[in-house]
């Protein structure tokens, strides 16, 4: 290890500036989503299956629950906009905004140039957890998803229940692509549920059992019209394995929920980024 120098101290004793404040971000009204949450009815419930994954569609105005069943699971989520795929989730701008793991008031964020709110989260079960001695929260922005590409790099075995490929069979059986052209929509997820953080001294990314039980929920608000996969993960509650055919999983299930359109007087669906575009040229 090099030398330290010897005003090593004081630099390490700079204090942070946060990269992007969020005063200015425009503010959910969650006393409206609030309102109309609890004048919803259920429309539909779709089961992601233990070590697959599950579609769904949700029109702008609407809300979907993430419900945890039978026994501790965690799911990884991708969000598209219902009307073009080129508009996707963007966990790394989330998580420049809000930080590595997300719950209420928070939002998940689309990719550029839209970079808008595509779905605020109006309930979360588990706020309570906050974040442990270790450095773990849940549901997190930072892990990418697990994949087969990672699991055959490190193992050099063939595996397709990783969540990378859960979510492709799901977006390909929504939409009629090719199992290659779904794989490339496919992006970086929202670990619903998942319980990470980096270690302190080595900062790697770890995952520890989930505090989820059946009865736990995340709830979301749709800011456009969605398209979203669920994947339960192969690694049940992530307590010992990644991708897993032996860890204990359970299905997860997905509520629909449309509130009537006079709860949402007054909302409109954000528009796109205003950014003009030219990026200087």
Sequence with gaps: MTQAPEDADSRRAVAPVICYPTDTLPEADM??????????????TVVAAPRDACSFRVPAGGFFRIRSVEAPQVGDLNLW???????????????????????????????????????????????????????????????????????????????????????????????????????REVHDVLNVFMCTGFTRDTGQYFMKASPVRPGDHLTFFAEIDLLGALSACPGGDCGSEHSSDVARCAPLEVDILRAPDALLAGWHAPARNGYDGSHGM
């Design 31 to 44: 006393a409206l989503y609030a309102a109309a949450l609890a004048g919803a009815e259920l429309v539909e």
């Design 81 to 183: 906009n219902a009307n073009d795929l080129s508009e996707r989730f963007y966990s790394g701008k989330t998580r420049a905004l809000h930080g590595t793991h997300l719950s209420t008031g928070e939002r998940m964020w689309s990719c550029f140039p839209h970079l808008r709110p595509m779905a605020t989260i109006v309930e979360d079960s588990l706020d309570w957890y906050g974040i442990d001695e270790f450095g773990g929260s849940v549901h997190d922005v930072i892990g990418t998803r697990c994949d087969p590409h990672t699991h055959h790099l490190l193992s050099g075995a063939q595996y397709h229940h990783c969540c990378h490929s859960n979510l492709t069979r799901a977006l390909a059986e929504a939409t009629g692509l090719s199992a290659e052209a779904a794989a």
